[in-house]
């Protein structure tokens, strides 16, 4: 079993950075894939960024290159969301997801893939 937990969420002001967290315990494996993804009221699931646990390299999505980075700390087990140049349009409840398996050496921001999901951290953006 996995247990996610994010913290770091918060209010900030337009133009602002954050940074969540994501602690993981339980039976992680350097094969799977740690996720970022993000949901806004009325909106879908949507991914944010990704790390392959093994090798450390990172996946965005499309709409985030530039100002969002993902790092891990694996003697802490934990992931980490950086996140610059908020606008309101960042407001969502994010989440941090795992599964244990990769697609190839990458891993795909589909959240319907990824099996354990933490309680998610609210970030609000005021203009």
């Known amino acids: 079993q996995v247990q996610l937990v994010e913290s770091g969420g918060g209010s900030v002001q337009a133009g602002g950075s954050l940074t969540l967290a994501c602690a993981a315990s339980g039976y992680i494996l350097k094969t799977g894939c740690m996720g970022w993804f993000r949901q806004a009221p009325g909106k879908e699931r949507r991914g944010v960024a990704s790390?392959?646990?093994?090798?450390?390299?990172?996946f965005l999505g499309d709409s985030d290159q530039g100002r969002i980075a993902i790092s891990q700390d694996n003697a802490k087990n934990t992931v980490y969301l950086r996140m610059n140049s908020l606008s309101p349009e960042d407001t969502a409840m994010y989440y941090c997801?795992?599964?244990?398996?990769?697609?190839?050496?990458?891993?795909?921001?589909?959240?319907?893939?990824?099996?354990?999901w933490g309680q998610g951290t609210q970030v609000t953006v005021s203009s």
């Open positions: 997801a795992y599964r244990a398996w990769n697609n190839g050496g990458y891993c795909l921001l589909r959240p319907d893939e990824y099996n354990y």
């Open positions: 790390i392959y646990i093994g090798s450390g390299n990172t």
